[in-house]
């Protein structure tokens, strides 16, 4: 891969979760803003997740079909870019739902098959372990810039502001997608049942499950973690710099991840996460002081980029080949859209019935599934 080419994957990884900094921290304010009530914003804010229940394998499995990913992530980056604009016209409930649905269904190709053009370049010149960091770090630098300056932004413009930016940040992601390359796909003819031979296996299955319960527990934190700190007194520009350094963490991990994927098997990697995951929301969840929330926050680097780094090489083990691009998207829609979108719900629930601090209560438990199922997942032997 060369310098031009992974600047262009850094820079989609930046833009990209730039979007997400933008949608993740202050979507929720925005429908505050609008009048719906907290049930409203968590089926509004699901959609993120719900859409990648079907979008992404049927994304993928274009891809594969096509033998095309980067054609497919510029149609959807543009797009998406026009489809964005409608939201200056929105006016009822509905509409924003189905705005919503549109939208995060396009965009729900992006991730998938931007980590399976990634991760194709990378194992092409056997640099994974060293390169592959370096560049998801981008995305992570993204969203600590955007939630820094948006929160700024909005504690001093108001929250009106968030359509024009996020407008801007998804024309830029279409242009630079258009600098984006990766090694020619060796086309050939889909053959019928390859998919399913895979997920015979056990630990692929087990795998996912652990997949499906490590994002229902983060559900919580994108929907309400933002509403969470409101409660507790916290203005914009604090939820800002609560995210902020979550992200920021990610990155620390990111630029060193050969150190660690490089002497630990990825399920080692995972069942560590699980374990953090755990403790972090209950931090949230019993003792939230300053503190003890900039704690939990820094536990952002095992519960997400850890977990991130080492489902990726499991994917690549079990997902090699043409079946790259549907084993990255059936893991995206098993867990950020099956165990999202459920997540998500389950947290509107408990928001509104119980108390808010048992959201997170609900996603510590969910760690503790996810630990349980990786447990399953047979060591590789050499």
């Excluded at 053009?117 to 990378?122: E, R």
């Excluded at 165990?339 to 947290?347: E, R, V, Y």
């Amino acid at each position: 891969m060369t310098l031009s080419v992974r600047w262009a994957f850094g820079s989609f990884f930046f833009l990209y979760f730039a979007y997400v900094g933008l949608i993740s921290p202050f979507a929720s304010l925005y429908f505050v803003d609008k009048g719906f009530s907290a049930i409203e914003i968590a089926v509004l804010m699901s959609m993120l997740q719900v859409t990648r229940i079907l979008g992404p394998f049927s994304w993928g499995w274009l891809s594969d079909y096509l033998s095309n990913r980067i054609g497919i992530i510029r149609f959807c980056a543009a797009l998406a870019s026009l489809v964005f604009l409608c939201i200056f016209f929105l006016e009822s409930y509905i509409a924003f739902f189905v705005w919503m649905f549109i939208l995060h269904t396009i965009l729900s190709s992006l991730t998938p098959l931007g980590e399976a053009a990634t991760v194709h370049a990378l194992f092409k010149d056997d640099s994974f372990d060293k390169r592959y960091g370096r560049l998801r770090l981008w995305g992570s630098i993204g969203f600590i810039c955007m939630v820094l300056l948006a929160g700024e932004f909005f504690d001093r413009f108001g929250i009106a502001w968030f359509p024009w930016i996020g407008a801007a940040v998804l024309f830029l992601l279409a242009i630079d997608t258009w600098c984006m390359r990766e090694p020619k796909l060796d086309r050939r003819p889909m053959v019928r049942g390859e998919l399913r031979s895979v997920l015979v296996n056990p630990d692929v299955r087990w795998f996912l499950v652990s997949g499906f319960f490590m994002i229902f527990a983060h559900a919580a934190l994108y929907v309400f973690f933002s509403l969470y700190l409101v409660s507790l007194g916290y203005d914009k520009w604090e939820i800002g710099l609560f995210w902020a350094l979550g992200v920021f963490a990610e990155v620390v991990f990111f630029y060193f991840q050969s150190k660690v994927l490089s002497r630990l098997d990825p399920e080692v990697v995972l069942q560590a996460t699980f374990g953090m995951g755990v403790v972090r929301f209950m931090l949230i969840a019993l003792y939230p002081t300053t503190a003890v929330l900039i704690l939990a926050q820094v536990l952002h680097a095992g519960t997400f980029a850890a977990h991130h780094s080492a489902s990726v090489k499991l994917i690549q083990r079990w997902f090699s080949g043409p079946l790259q691009a549907r084993g990255q998207a059936l893991f995206t829609t098993v867990s950020y859209g099956l165990g999202g979108t459920l997540g998500g719900l389950a947290a509107g629930w408990v928001w509104e019935a119980l108390q808010p601090r048992d959201v997170f209560v609900m996603s510590a438990l969910a760690c503790g599934l996810a630990g349980l199922a990786i447990q399953k997942v047979r060591p590789r032997t050499i």
